[in-house]
């Protein structure tokens, strides 16, 4: 397997910035994913898994522990068999974009998918945060996933076993590491499926700052609340602080224009949850991952 010293991490992020990484593995293949997960877990080695990088936040030092990359490689998606019911099943490995098996789907005249296309993530990360857009999340398509445990053993569990809910599942917490997941879906009509996808990332296109580089929507949902009108409603469409700016084309997107450090994202994050706070009596919770030490 590939192993770098010092890789600088803002190649790996849609944020576009971080420091090294002390050493950066990339392995060949789920299976020696498996034998590279036990060997850590042994050696008693902190690591953490890098797909796309795109929910994500590394800090401008860099981080200690070792990264093990899994979109490169693990990016495989095939239609199994399907069931008596007229339900298809897809496998995706973890490193395989979501957005990827949405089209594969696509192209085999599936439907369930649609609005997991503009999702810029691993199927890894998605399954571990069940990621969602327009009223569809993973759950609601999801057979099982495939994860590997900290002790490098293979375990099948279902949606219901990960306990997947809004913008959550097990994986973090019992630090299980997403190698596969199977998609279970049926049968439809191409042209709507297509129609379908078009009308997704055109609003996409429209409202969110997609050009721009950032890690997507940065605050989970409050419950009853919207993440960017909140924002918005604090005078903080715009507010920028160094290289980092809360988008004006949609406040629930902290963008970085180019010229940004991890830490003028990182204070900015903080600010805008700060004001709204006190402004609205509402606590954003950041659905971004931070690294390293801020």
């Given at each position: ?118 999702i810029p993530g691993t199927v890894g990360g998605a399954v571990t945060m069940n990621a969602g857009a327009y009223g569809t999340e993973i759950k609601d398509v999801l057979l099982s996933a495939e994860v590997i445990t900290k002790e490098g053993k293979r ?60 890690a997507g929507s940065t605050f989970k949902r409050p419950e009853g609340y919207f993440a960017g009108k909140l924002i918005e409603d604090c005078g903080l469409r715009g507010f920028r602080h160094g ?52």
């Open positions: 397997m590939k192993v770098i010293k010092d890789e600088l991490l803002r190649k790996h992020t849609s944020f576009r910035v971080g420091g090294p990484a002390k050493v950066y593995v990339v392995p060949e293949d789920e299976y020696e994913l498996e034998k590279l997960i036990e060997y850590l877990y042994t050696e008693n080695l902190e690591y953490k898994i890098l797909g796309n990088g795109t929910n994500l936040l590394v800090s401008d030092e860099g981080v200690q522990f070792v990264v093990v990359e899994i979109g490169k490689n693990l990016d495989n998606v095939e239609l199994l068999e399907d069931s008596p019911e007229g339900i298809f099943y897809v496998r995706a490995l973890a490193g395989t974009l979501i957005g990827k098996a949405a089209q594969f789907a696509a192209d085999h005249e599936l439907t369930g998918m649609e609005a997991l296309r503009g375990l099948i569990l279902s949606g219901d076993e990960l306990k997947l809910g809004y913008r959550y599942s097990i994986v973090p917490e019992q630090e299980y590491v997403v190698v596969a997941a199977t998609f279970a879906l049926k049968k439809g009509d191409k042209n709507a499926i297509k129609a379908e996808m078009e009308d997704y990332q055109q609003r996409r296109k429209d409202k969110q700052p997609i050009e721009k580089a950032s290289g980092a700016q809360v988008s004006e084309k949609h406040c629930g997107f902290v963008i970085n224009d180019g010229t940004a450090r991890a830490q003028d994202i990182y204070w900015l994050i903080g600010e805008v949850r700060k004001r709204v706070l006190l402004e609205q009596g509402v606590e954003l919770t950041p659905e971004v991952k931070i690294w390293g030490n801020f």
